[in-house]
């Protein structure tokens, strides 16, 4: 899960900044979508699987300012933990954004990316 997490923070890199928004959402999978501009092309898909709980905005901006996705550990997990009753063998993940000012957490079983057009 961490190679895929450093690929998808390399890729984002290499972007100055992208608009994201939820895209889909069901008991199986959550869809992020990246897009450079207001065309709606995608550029990046993260799915999430088997999403366990979800602590964010539906649309935000990242802006290139340290990695965009990271695993929650130590004592933040341990508080998200408590107050989610998260299930064992889910990861929690973090996500970095510009424009919300609030912290954004994704509880999943596993993530995959998708590079798009």
């Known amino acids: 899960m961490k190679k895929i997490i450093d690929d998808i ?4 890199n290499k972007e100055l900044w992208m ?9 199986g999978f ?12 995608e550029k ?3 799915t999430f699987e088997n999403p366990f709980a979800i ?3 539906l649309k935000f901006t990242y802006e290139g300012e340290g990695n965009f996705i990271s695993i929650v550990d130590g004592q933040k997990a341990y508080e998200i933990n408590m107050e989610y009753k998260v299930t064992k063998g889910n990861t929690i993940f973090t996500i970095s954004n ?3 000012g609030t912290d954004m957490y ?4 596993s993530i995959k990316f998708t590079v798009c057009g």
């Open 98 to 100: 510009t424009d919300i």
């Open 9 to 12: 923070n390399a890729y984002l």
């Open 106 to 109: 994704i509880v999943a079983k």
């Open 19 to 27: 608009d994201f928004e939820i895209y889909s959402i069901n008991g």
């Open 30 to 41: 959550l869809e992020i979508v990246g897009f450079l501009d207001e065309t709606g092309e």
């Open 55 to 57: 602590i964010c905005d």
């Open 44 to 46: 990046i898909k993260i």
